[in-house]
């Protein structure tokens, strides 16, 4: 069964920092490039950052550019999103994609005041 199960979303303060993980099973996670989206209330789902297959080629929405780092580790099937540095804007549903059309189920974020 092909699958993307995100984990490490919660409640922080701005200021904070929130590590997601995203474990991939049912496909060949190494033959992929991945990214992270997030999709805050009453707007649309937007690009966070995104991996290359080997890891070697990284983007970044200019709106978290010096605050999120985006890395993998093919031998464990994951990705991650280690978010510092966060603001309240940071709120959001975050997504884990797999490039093909494989989406994880998301994980809320929430950055208080």
């Known amino acids: 069964q092909v699958q993307l199960v995100e984990s490490g979303g919660g409640l922080v303060q701005a200021g904070g920092s929130l590590r997601l993980s995203c474990a991939a099973s049912?496909?060949?996670?190494?033959?992929?490039?991945m990214a992270w989206f997030r999709q805050a209330p009453g707007k649309e789902r937007e690009s966070v950052a995104h991996?290359?297959?080997?890891?070697?080629?990284?983007d970044y929405a200019d709106s978290v550019k010096g605050r999120f780092t985006i890395s993998r580790d093919n031998a464990k099937n994951t990705v991650y999103l280690q978010m510092n540095s966060l603001k309240p804007e940071d709120t959001a549903v975050y997504y884990c994609?797999?490039?093909?059309?494989?989406w994880g189920q998301g994980t809320q974020v929430t950055v208080s005041s």
């Open positions: 994609y797999a490039r093909g059309g494989i």
């Open positions: 991996i290359s297959w080997s890891g070697n080629s990284k």
């Open positions: 049912g496909f060949t996670f190494s033959n992929y490039a």
